[in-house]
């Protein structure tokens, strides 16, 4: 084919077959399912530094239970509860569902990350259309900061031993 054969942009786009036809050139977004146990219950893991925390979600007045435990008895501190309401909140679901979940590893905080973590992964589970409010919140993103290993030759991760001239 020589170069006078195309002339315009028009003849550039049928060459290549963009041509702007009935074919999209991007695929479509995914389309996301309900995803729920035999129970009726969405189920979710979520994780944050050393913890862990199973988390199920179901239609109810609100009860957070954690552990066998009211989330206010067990995250006694009032910044805890709140980081575990934040997805709810966001979601503007606060009163809709019951959530109970175990929780195990790291300390307090680490634990009330993880169930945050999965109260958001199992929400966008019962309801898919929910996902776009929780990842622009950041709640369906793992924390992925943990503790670093120690070193040999040193006393912690980066921390020498005390030096002594004498």
């Keep these: 084919m020589a170069d006078e054969d195309v002339k315009t942009l028009e003849d550039l786009a049928e ?3 963009q041509d702007g036809g009935d074919t ?3 695929p479509a977004a995914p ?6 146990d035999a129970h009726g ?19 109810g007045p609100g009860n957070i239970v954690v552990n066998g435990k009211d989330h206010k008895d067990y995250f006694a501190r009032p ?12 979601a503007e679901r606060n009163d809709q569902y019951d959530v109970q979940c175990t929780v195990k590893g ?7 990350g993880a169930v945050r973590h999965g109260i958001s992964k199992a929400l966008t589970h019962y309801e898919p259309e929910l996902r776009p409010v929780l990842k622009k919140g950041g709640f369906l993103t793992r924390d ?9 030759g040193r006393r912690k991760a980066r921390r020498s031993f005390q030096f002594s001239k004498r």
């Design 144 to 152: 992925a900061r943990v503790v670093e290993r120690k070193k040999y």
């Design 15 to 17: 060459l290549t077959g």
């Design 24 to 26: 999209p050139e991007t």
């Design 79 to 90: 910044v805890l509860q709140m980081i575990l309401k934040q997805p709810l909140t966001a």
């Design 41 to 59: 219950r969405a189920y979710a893991t979520g994780k944050r530094k050393d913890a862990v925390a199973r988390v199920w979600i179901k239609p």
């Design 106 to 112: 790291g300390g307090l905080s680490g634990q009330a």
């Design 31 to 36: 389309v996301y399912e309900q995803k729920l």
